[in-house]
């Protein structure tokens, strides 16, 4: 098997590699057409990987694309992304696609030891220096504070809204306001309710940055997922991030 830190773009589509399944979501058209799929495939070495799926080949292999699941991937190429590409799930050169000769093997046998996630969360007073870019998502890690009541609203076209707001904080009294909106929205209130005696810790992982009235702030996109109470915080994590945090 390959490691996905040694996968290099070029003519080679031979790659073998074996993945957890981390997180998958789809690409969908204004017309409500899936485009494509996407996903992040974390090794046993702790690296990970973005991965298309496109349109054709969607029937054919979303069914093997469970989150959680352990697979091998075999054929594939390795490319890297475009100029033009925005909102890569986190930074990275290049990402794995999936051709009409892939072949996917779930694997049975139980890995106890085999991660699921792998973050690289950026210190909180860090997160203004890439507020101007557009090309990759962040990972953050804080204390949620200050929840604001649920929002729900049907907008002018008649689509139903949910947001929350709250604020994150680290402990040298660094703090970033956070909108989820809809499903996250919705997923987050269920999540922490009951928890509001006591300290919550969350990372959340290929978020947005977004300047509002000249301050960054963080929303959700397509890609985005949070991880509520994780690990025990330490004061290192929260002041100055944590790279290649890994979760089983």
């Given at each position: 098997m390959d490691s996905l830190s040694m996968l290099q773009s070029c003519s080679r589509i031979d790659w073998k590699v074996r993945v957890r399944v981390s997180r998958t979501w789809k690409h969908v058209s204004a017309r409500g057409d899936v485009i494509g799929i996407s996903f992040i495939g974390v090794d046993d070495n702790a690296s990970r990987m973005e991965g298309w799926i496109r349109s054709a080949l969607v029937n054919l292999f979303e069914p093997e694309f469970v989150e959680g699941r352990v697979i091998d991937i075999q054929n594939f190429a390795v490319r890297p992304y475009r100029d033009y590409e925005t909102n890569k799930s986190f930074r990275g050169d290049n990402h794995i696609l999936l051709t009409p000769i892939t072949v996917i093997f779930p694997v049975e046998q139980i890995l106890p030891n085999f991660p699921m996630h792998v973050f690289c969360c950026i210190p909180l007073n860090l997160i203004p220096e890439h507020a101007e870019q557009e090309s990759y998502l962040l990972d953050v890690v804080g204390i949620i504070q200050s929840v604001e009541n649920f929002n729900s609203y049907t907008d002018r076209n008649g689509i139903e809204q949910s947001s929350v707001r709250f604020?994150?904080?680290?402990?040298?009294?660094?703090?970033?306001?956070?909108?989820?909106?809809?499903?996250?929205?919705?997923?987050?209130?269920?999540?922490?309710?009951?928890?509001?005696?006591?300290?919550?810790?969350?990372?959340?992982?290929?978020?947005?940055?977004?300047?509002?009235?000249?301050?960054?702030?963080?929303?959700?996109?397509?890609?985005?997922?949070?991880?509520?109470?994780?690990?025990?915080?330490?004061?290192?994590?929260?002041?100055?991030?944590?790279?290649?945090?890994?979760?089983?």
């Amino acid at each position: 098997m390959d490691s996905l830190s040694m996968l290099q773009s070029c003519s080679r589509i031979d790659w073998k590699v074996r993945v957890r399944v981390s997180r998958t979501w789809k690409h969908v058209s204004a017309r409500g057409d899936v485009i494509g799929i996407s996903f992040i495939g974390v090794d046993d070495n702790a690296s990970r990987m973005e991965g298309w799926i496109r349109s054709a080949l969607v029937n054919l292999f979303e069914p093997e694309f469970v989150e959680g699941r352990v697979i091998d991937i075999q054929n594939f190429a390795v490319r890297p992304y475009r100029d033009y590409e925005t909102n890569k799930s986190f930074r990275g050169d290049n990402h794995i696609l999936l051709t009409p000769i892939t072949v996917i093997f779930p694997v049975e046998q139980i890995l106890p030891n085999f991660p699921m996630h792998v973050f690289c969360c950026i210190p909180l007073n860090l997160i203004p220096e890439h507020a101007e870019q557009e090309s990759y998502l962040l990972d953050v890690v804080g204390i949620i504070q200050s929840v604001e009541n649920f929002n729900s609203y049907t907008d002018r076209n008649g689509i139903e809204q949910s947001s929350v707001r709250f604020v994150l904080a680290n402990n040298d009294e660094t703090t970033i306001s956070v909108t989820f909106w809809n499903n996250l929205a919705i997923s987050f209130m269920r999540q922490t309710e009951g928890f509001e005696p006591y300290p919550i810790t969350v990372i959340i992982s290929s978020c947005k940055v977004i300047m509002h009235r000249g301050n960054p702030t963080l929303t959700n996109l397509n890609a985005t997922r949070f991880y509520v109470n994780p690990l025990l915080p330490s004061p290192h994590m929260l002041l100055n991030g944590i790279e290649n945090f890994v979760v089983g």
